[in-house]
């Protein structure tokens, strides 16, 4: 028999996640607090804005904190490599490395 421990992140009665790792469950809950938080700073903002639009705004925003961090701090954004240029890459330093072995 198994026994397997799964934390479930629960917000207003609804379960909202479940994760194998409290970390994972802790780090969900956080971000959800965060989005909470971002609503009602968009809503108190009176933008003209739908719930559904504020609820993915603040959404985005709380998922996407570590890049939002250093923008809110006036630093500039830096720029992601397109996924191409990111796998030619990868692809091309284990050549080098086995063209250096071979030379060798």
Do not use: H, W
Not at 33 to 54: G, H, Y
Request: hydrophobic share 45%; net charge positive; charged share 35%.
């Amino acid at each position: 028999m198994a026994v397997i421990v799964k934390y479930i992140v629960v917000r207003n009665g609804e379960e909202k996640m479940t994760f194998a790792t409290k970390k994972e469950a802790d780090a969900y809950d956080k971000m959800l607090d965060i989005a909470d938080n971002l609503f009602e700073f968009l809503e108190s903002a009176k933008l003209k804005l739908t719930e559904n639009q504020l609820e993915k705004i603040s959404l985005c925003l709380a998922e996407k904190r570590e890049d939002v961090m250093p923008i809110l701090r006036g630093v500039k954004p830096k720029k992601a490599a397109p996924a191409a240029k990111k796998s030619a890459a990868k692809d091309a330093a284990p050549a080098k490395a086995n063209k250096a072995k071979a030379s060798k």
